[in-house]
């Protein structure tokens, strides 16, 4: 089809037009970015740069800006592809002004020191799995639960590890399979009773901002067996009442769960079977516990079901061990916020 001589006039009449007013939203998103950067709010900045990055691909600054919100947020791979693109376009860009060649000689030389900066982690954290491993080994004959600890901590920090690996399965404690992942980063498609604007994907992120009362959401997937759950939460903002965010074993309804997390800067672990009946199992401040922790910092929340017996934990420490009932044998791993708002990743099924 043939576009009409004064059809395709008004066309590119109007594009300049088009382009100049993406480049000024481009560009007051990229301020706003800018602004959460210096607040700290690593997911607002996150998102106002890509909001700028799909109204103008060009606008290279906010590339520059996407790296550093991710890099922030202690997402470094991601960060770290955004920060070489950024460098790759403005050379690639041969009218790009002197202020961006400033900015990407910069981006060039942190990129050289987190490299640097990686090649030293790895070895301390090489060096700490080997340990692990070697005490893992040590005490499987006569401390199994010394040994499945150091082992799964070697695991944490050398993902696959074959020693920690065979320590495990020599134990019968060995994953059946990699883990299963429930929170993709992307959407809650394959997640059930999802209230707006209560629970949203921000960034990367499960955003949960619950000002009043309680909002629970979990995964369709239904685990039983012996089995591992976790997630990693923040806790971003706290309102009236008890501020509450925590990972569940949903059961069949609303008050059947089993849910390990805080309250008001407590940790929480407790078994609800009913609306008036619940059985609260550990409640004490985070600061007093083996493995203290701050609830505004990332924080790994896990619980373990094996047999007839179940473990909270929390950074990987056992803060807890209660008898598993028949009740707990299933279900499906869900989240409980209350009173605050919350980032929340990487929640896992792992299978045993």
């Known amino acids: 089809m043939t576009m009409r001589p004064a059809i395709l006039a008004l066309v590119l009449l109007l594009l300049p037009g088009r382009a100049l007013a993406d480049r000024s939203t481009a560009e007051s998103h990229a301020a706003t970015g800018e602004k959460a950067l210096q607040d700290r709010d690593w997911a607002k900045a996150e998102g106002e740069f890509r909001k700028a990055l799909a109204a103008d691909a060009s606008l290279l600054t906010a590339r520059y800006g996407l790296s550093q919100a991710l890099l922030a947020a202690g997402r470094g791979a991601p960060g770290i592809e955004e920060l070489r693109k950024f460098v790759s ?9 002197p202020a961006w060649r400033s900015l990407a000689a910069k981006a060039d030389k942190q990129l050289q020191g987190i490299e640097a900066s990686a090649a030293d982690l790895r070895k301390i954290v090489d060096r700490w799995a080997d340990e692990l491993v070697a005490v893992a080994r040590k005490a499987a004959p006569k401390d199994p639960s010394t040994a499945k600890r150091a082992a799964r901590r070697a695991l944490e920090l050398r993902p696959g590890d074959r020693g920690a690996g065979a320590v ?13 992942v429930l929170f993709n980063g992307t959407d809650l498609a394959n997640w059930s009773k999802v209230e707006l604007p209560y629970f949203q994907v921000e960034g990367g992120y499960l955003v949960a901002q619950v000002p009043k009362g309680s909002r629970i959401v979990y995964a369709n997937q239904p685990v039983d067996g012996d089995f591992d759950i976790r997630m990693e939460a923040r806790l971003l903002e706290e309102y009236e009442g008890d501020p509450l965010a925590s990972l569940m074993l949903y059961g069949t309804g609303p008050y059947d769960y089993l849910s390990l997390g805080f309250i008001n800067r407590k940790a ?3 078994d609800r079977t009913s609306e008036s009946e619940k059985q609260i199992l ?15 910092h990332w924080t790994t929340y896990e619980m373990r079901f094996r047999k007839d017996s179940i473990s909270a934990v929390v950074n990987g420490e056992v803060i807890a061990t209660e008898i598993r009932t028949e009740r707990r044998r299933s279900g499906f791993v869900g989240i409980n916020v209350q009173g605050a708002k919350a980032a929340i990743r990487k929640v896992e099924y792992q299978p045993r």
């Open 89 to 97: 376009e403005v050379k690639a860009d041969a009218s790009a002004t």
């Open 168 to 180: 495990l399965e020599k134990l019968g404690d060995a994953a059946r399979g990699p883990p299963v």
């Open 268 to 270: 929480y672990f407790l």
């Open 282 to 296: 550990l409640r004490k401040p985070a600061t007093e516990l083996k493995v203290a922790f701050d609830p505004e």
